[in-house]
């Protein structure tokens, strides 16, 4: 069993910036993947952004330039610094990460941390 734990989350002004991170503990040979999604109130969950095991990064379109995604691998923890908040950016953000405890590779999920956006 893993668990993700994701922290950094709060209110903030717009314009403003977070830095979130999430931890994963548990029986981990190896971590492949690390993504971050959100879900706003009243929307489905969206992808925002991923790094792959050989630090390969990927983002959702509208979120280019403003999320950057890393990953500290001796920590087997990943994070989304986020500048230029716009309220549109309040959501519940959650990790996902697909681990490996050495037979098998599974996919994992946080419980969330909240961003709030907002004067």
């Known amino acids: 069993q893993v668990h993700l734990v994701e922290s950094g989350g709060g209110l903030v002004q717009p314009g403003g910036s977070l830095r979130l991170s999430c931890a994963a503990s548990?029986?981990?040979?190896?971590?492949?993947?690390m993504r971050w999604y959100r879900q706003a109130p009243g929307k489905q969950r969206e992808w925002v952004a991923l790094?792959?095991?050989?630090?390969?990064?990927n983002y959702a379109d509208s979120l280019k330039g403003r999320f950057t995604i890393s990953r500290d691998d001796a920590k087997n923890t990943v994070f989304l610094q986020m500048n230029s908040l716009k309220p549109e950016d309040t959501a519940l953000y959650y990790c996902?990460?697909?681990?490996?405890?050495?037979?098998?590779?599974?996919?994992?999920w946080g419980q969330g941390t909240q961003v709030t956006v907002s004067s």
């Open positions: 996902n990460c697909d681990t490996t405890d050495g037979s098998s590779w599974r996919t994992y």
């Open positions: 548990g029986s981990i040979f190896g971590i492949g993947a």
């Open positions: 790094v792959t095991s050989g630090g390969n990064t």
